[in-house]
């Protein structure tokens, strides 16, 4: 499977090899680290010359996305408690939709990843590098960790929020706040939909599943927990 890339400097694109059992028994938490360790083992390194942590953040969220919608559709659907009257109820909504709602921006990628803000301020889009670094530095809050690393000229002058408000502006990511309204007593309330934790949750929900399946194949045909896992779900 194709999956283009677009913010990602001097990469239009990435190719996928299916799922298969042994990643996805990898999979405990839902962070940066276990995307990033699911995308290592599905990027085909044959015809994609980018490494899984190079994947600019915005690009990465899309790919989990096309990595969603091939195993399950492209609807999302989960039930949340109301803050108000702790009623559960539905939420759904198309990931097709809101991903055209939350297009990239229309700068051209620099061939070196770098860009100009403002006279003496330039920063590039953030990485799964970057974010790992991030959350590895000691005493300093990850955000700004992040915005330390991604900053390439201009930090003592550049103010609060501008650069974090332009790359929201220029690379989107699927981790966003969305309106949802109780059906029992008509609360309007903030849901948050965070792409990289949905997929991955759903698929460390189905381990019983798999290791079901595991039985199975092994009870019916004999053959290896190794030969087994190297299976893709088809």
């Known amino acids: ?3 283009p ?3 990602t400097p001097r990469c239009t694109g990435i190719y996928l090899h299916p799922i ?3 990643a996805e028994m990898q999979i405990e938490k839902t962070d940066t680290e276990t995307a990033l360790q699911l995308l290592i083992s599905m990027i085909d390194k044959n015809t994609s010359a980018i490494s899984a942590s190079s994947i ?3 690009d990465r969220d899309r790919v989990l996305a096309m990595i969603y919608s091939e195993l399950y559709g492209s609807r999302i659907e989960s039930t949340i408690c109301c803050k108000q009257c702790s009623e559960k109820f539905d939420v759904d909504f198309s990931l097709t939709t809101l991903l055209a709602q939350l297009q990239p921006g229309k700068t051209p ?3 070196n990843g770098i860009y100009e803000l403002a006279e003496g301020v330039a920063y590039r889009l953030p990485t799964g590098k ?3 670094m991030a959350l590895s530095a000691e005493g300093i809050d990850p955000v700004q960790a992040l915005l330390n690393e991604c900053l390439v000229a201009g930090s003592e002058i550049v103010e609060p ?3 974090e408000a332009q790359m929201a502006k220029l690379a989107p990511v699927l981790n966003l706040e969305m309106e949802a309204v109780c059906p029992e007593c008509g609360k309007e309330q903030q849901v948050r939909f965070d792409m990289q934790s949905f997929l991955l949750l759903r698929l460390k929900k189905e381990r019983p599943r798999l290791i ?3 039985h199975t194949i092994a009870h019916c045909y004999h053959w290896s927990h190794e030969e087994i896992l190297q299976l893709t779900r088809a």
Do not use: H, K
Request: aromatic fraction near 12%; hydrophobic fraction near 50%.
């Open 56 to 58: 600019v953040s915005a």
């Open 20 to 22: 298969r059992g042994n």
């Open 212 to 214: 079901y399946e595991i």
């Open 161 to 163: 929020g501008v650069v």
């Open 5 to 7: 890339l677009y913010l």
């Open 130 to 132: 970057d974010e790992m």
């Open 1 to 3: 499977m194709f999956v």
């Open 109 to 111: 990628v620099p061939e």
